[in-house]
């Protein structure tokens, strides 16, 4: 059984049956940068074929490789020969997730790319040595689409970070709010200031990330249209802040995992959090019962999310327990409170693989227990 884990642990998931700082307090290293260009996925050539191939550059964990894990310990701003972590986020310079990528690994070199899928590419094809990507937020809720690449990509989630986020509405020298009929940002940003936007009476058009959004604006010279984006933002793209924290609530936070091509140790010397994605047959109760077996065990379950299955083989329509025909397959991602090295988080994902169909450790990670 510890033999079947570990190779869950490597192995893509497979089925058995077919208070607000100030502009100076923003990283020294996010303020110098004026300008910045995005990775696009372009550079990495095409990481997704059907048979689930991966750049042959690269050393990416197979299922007959044992993986090189990463320590447990606090994680260094370098690499071995001294050089500087690139940690690539998605969006332009003066995004969020830059700033967030800067908490996660200070001094690191953060690499802009264009689309979620890129920052994932680029860190299978050792373009870059991590990633920093959100998956949920306070206000907004999930972040589907990185649900789905931690399945369709072969990487680990090595920690998590809790970041405060606080939007800010901004415009060209001059433009003031009255003079404004839309908005542009990033589509998890405008719905995080649904209530300040719709009050303002403002059109919302989403973009794909926040500083983009403020870019456009500013070179474009738009006098009717402002960007939701961060200070940092308004500084590098010479913008004016016509209200700043238009969030909805004022504890709006977002959380990012940390993902590297190695798994890290799991330990017990510290909070330790476990994230997996499972599939079930479809029968009366077999969801409790999944979930029984770390209630059992006094384990936490801090999120589960369901997602629809995507491949055909998995997904063709049948007939469910009901006797009702079946079209909607699901996949369920589960986070719990508890390090796969401790022998309770074993023994629940040993009786948890009795009951599912598939079953994939996404990563045991130390638990970012501070206040954002």
Same mark, same amino acid.
């Given at each position: 059984m510890a033999a079947s884990l570990t190779r869950s642990l490597i192995s893509p998931l497979t089925s058995r049956t077919p208070a607000k700082p100030s502009r100076s307090d923003q990283s020294p290293q996010l303020l110098?940068?004026? !300008?910045? &260009?995005?990775?696009?996925?372009?550079?990495?050539?095409?990481?997704?074929? !059907? %048979?689930?191939a991966v750049p042959a550059a690269c050393n990416v964990l197979t299922q007959d490789s044992p993986p090189r894990r990463l320590t447990s310990a606090p994680v260094p701003n370098s690499e071995c020969g001294g050089s500087p972590l690139r940690v690539a986020y998605q969006g332009l310079c003066g995004a969020h997730s830059e700033s967030a990528a800067l908490k996660a690994y200070p001094n690191c070199e953060p690499v802009p790319c264009d689309q979620f899928e890129t920052a994932f590419e680029a860190v299978e094809a050792c373009s870059v040595d991590r990633a920093v990507l959100p998956i949920e937020n306070s206000l907004g809720g999930s972040i589907h689409r990185n649900y789905d690449l931690l399945l369709r990509h072969r990487l680990h989630i090595v920690g998590e970070i809790k970041y405060a986020v606080? $939007?800010? @509405? @901004? *415009?060209?020298?001059? &433009?003031?709010?009255e003079h404004l009929k839309k &908005? @542009?940002? $990033?589509?998890q940003a405008l719905a995080q200031c649904e209530y300040t936007l719709t009050r303002l009476g403002l059109v919302r058009e989403a973009v794909d990330d926040t500083a983009g959004a403020a870019k456009h604006v500013a070179l474009e010279? @738009?006098? %009717?249209?402002? *960007?939701?984006?961060s200070s940092a933002a308004a500084e590098i793209y010479g913008l004016d802040i016509l209200a700043e924290d238009i969030q909805d609530a004022s504890l709006n936070v977002t959380r990012f995992l940390m993902l590297a091509r190695e798994p890290i140790i799991a330990g017990t010397d510290r909070p330790f959090k476990t994230s997996i994605v499972f599939s079930l047959e479809e029968g009366p109760g077999i969801l409790h019962k999944a979930l029984a077996v770390f209630a059992e065990r006094q384990i936490n379950l801090t999120k589960i999310e369901s997602r629809p299955m995507r491949w055909s083989s998995l997904t063709s329509p049948g007939v469910g327990a009901s006797g009702l025909q079946k079209c909607f397959h699901y996949l369920f991602y589960a986070d719990f409170e508890a390090s796969m090295a401790s022998d309770d988080a074993k023994m629940a994902l040993q009786d948890l693989e009795k009951l599912a169909t598939s079953l994939r450790i996404l990563g045991s990670y130390p638990a970012d227990t501070t206040m954002p």
């Open positions: 110098r940068r004026r !300008s910045c &260009v995005s990775v696009r996925a372009s550079t990495f050539g095409n990481t997704n074929s !059907s %048979d689930g606080r $939007h800010c @509405l @901004l *415009a060209n020298q001059g &433009v003031k709010v &908005v @542009l940002s $990033h589509p010279k @738009l006098e %009717d249209t402002g *960007a939701v984006a």
